[in-house]
């Protein structure tokens, strides 16, 4: 779904939560105008409206500890730590996450946690905790993998073969972003594909796999075009033009000489 269109969506859907929120006032269904605010705040932050996201945020956390509901409270802190996420707030995204993690672990959510280990763990690297992140992100994948949330799932193990990358782990790197890479063809995620097809590029060619780290590269060279993204184009591409300097006129790579 392109930014347009999903604009228009999470509006339309963003104005029947708003008659859903009149409905709970009038019924004073105080749980009801919580989880109604936290949703409003969601499709907000899908939009980068941060400031209104963290405004209704607040409002659904107050009404929450008022009325004791601890799921709710914790639900309005995980989505207050996403959105602090998307300001560049890192410490202060962390420490909303992390006081929300004991509520939702005990109850078990299928939606909200993984979601929020991941953004803890993005939080966390952004801070250079890195085995603070590497841990939320084991969790996510755990968690995903027992839902059978595959987005979220090529999400961690994204994340956990960039630390690998990193730390010049490439075995365990490349076997990340091989797990990754079906997961998010599958659901048409060409900025993401982009991104793990290029890395795995880069590592097939560490280990003078020339023909794979071709086959990798161009794949992410030919995503970012259809993306319209030049700056990343340009980079595969002069990436691959380095792969193809490598190579021997018979098709045969250095490595096997």
Partial sequence: MNRTVRRTVNRWHAGVLRLDLLRAHVANDSKGVVEDL?????????????????AQLERARTLARQITYRYGEAQASAQLGAVHLGMGEYR????????????LRDANDRVILPDALLKLGVANHKLDRTQ?????????LTRSREI????????????????AYDEKRFTEADGFWRDAHPLFRRRRDKVHLAYVAFFLGVVARH??????????VTESRDLYK???D?????????YLSRVDSQARPNGLSLADS
């Fill in 148 to 163: 059978g949330d595959t987005y979220r799932e090529s999400l961690a193990l994204m994340n956990l073969g960039r630390v």
């Fill in 132 to 140: 603070a992140a590497v841990s939320s992100w084991e969790e996510a």
């Fill in 38 to 54: 936290i949703e409003i705040a969601r499709l907000l932050g899908e939009d980068s409206s941060w400031n209104e996201a963290e």
């Fill in 226 to 228: 259809a993306l319209d």
């Fill in 207 to 216: 280990f003078g796999k020339l023909d794979e780290a071709r086959t990798f």
């Fill in 230 to 238: 030049r700056e990343h184009w340009a980079q595969a591409a002069d």
């Fill in 92 to 103: 202060k995204a962390s420490e909303e996450i992390e006081g929300a993690l004991p509520v």
